[in-house]
């Protein structure tokens, strides 16, 4: 019987070429993500793909969805993979684009993760990958949202899996650097060690597979801010102010 997977946010970058990964791997896998139209074209790829129209952030339509799937439906893997980033500025903070971050980066995560656990294959090592950033490493410029969305949200998948730990289920988070999908793409700045997405998704399947609790990739942007995490407090908030001005 073929193994089944979900992933959110399936219908363009990092999200579809992991669900394309999945299903050239003789995996069933359901496509979730608000565009129906991408999903048709999606499923056009592979008869291993199920597409799902779904809005995440909408926690009834959500429950609804969970609530109609058959008792026998089991994921033995689910990845949490939808987000969105947002830059705001710092002399007047936009309160709806912390709200719309936050919403489908966080609350959108936990709301799935409550939803969908009870249908975790439970006896067969199922997977919960959440997908987070390296973008919270570092005090990047106009990112006040989307990386305290994903600070909020590695917090989250790492204290779940504390939570987790005396069951079966294993909890993978997995901070990507710069991937090339539609939405890097809006960046009007200079993207270092940028990765396809399909060497993302080919990361990604291997390190579940693996049984990895987390995955940062590419390694040279992990190492890079690393080190500079290891500056004294001071130097980095002056290194940081100093990359915004260039």
């Known amino acids: 019987m073929a193994k089944i997977c979900l992933i959110t946010g399936a219908s363009s970058g990092m999200g579809k070429a992991t669900a394309l990964h999945y299903a050239a791997n003789d995996w069933q896998v359901y496509a979730i993500a608000r565009s129906a139209d991408k999903l048709v074209e999606l499923a056009k790829h592979s008869k291993n793909i199920k597409p799902v129209s779904l809005d995440v952030t909408d926690s009834v339509a959500l429950a609804s969805w969970t609530a109609a799937l058959p008792a026998t439906e089991k994921f033995d893997v689910v990845i949490?993979?939808?987000g969105n980033c947002e830059y705001v500025e710092a002399s007047d903070l936009d309160l709806a684009a912390f709200e719309r971050t936050f919403a489908l980066n966080v609350l959108a995560v936990v709301?799935?993760?409550r939803y969908l656990m009870p249908f975790l294959n439970k006896g067969n090592k199922p997977s919960l990958a959440i997908v987070s950033s390296m973008a919270h490493f570092f005090p990047f410029t106009r990112s006040e949202a989307y990386g305290a969305s994903k600070a909020a949200v590695s917090y989250f998948a790492d204290s779940l899996r504390v939570d987790?730990?005396?069951?079966?289920?294993?909890?993978?988070?997995?901070?990507?650097?710069f991937i090339d999908t539609p939405l890097t793409r809006k960046n009007d700045f200079e993207m270092p060690f940028l990765m396809a997405p399909e060497d993302a998704a080919k990361r990604i399947f291997d390190g579940i597979t693996a049984m990895k609790?987390?995955?940062r990739f590419p390694r040279r942007l992990s190492f890079s801010l690393k080190m500079l995490g290891l500056l004294p407090y001071n130097?980095?908030?002056?290194?940081?102010?100093?990359?915004?001005q260039q």
């Open 80 to 82: 949490l993979n939808a």
């Open 111 to 113: 709301a799935c993760t």
């Open 164 to 177: 987790l730990a005396d069951t079966d289920i294993h909890v993978c988070l997995i901070e990507p650097g």
């Open 213 to 215: 609790s987390r995955l």
């Open 235 to 244: 130097l980095r908030n002056k290194l940081a102010a100093k990359m915004k």
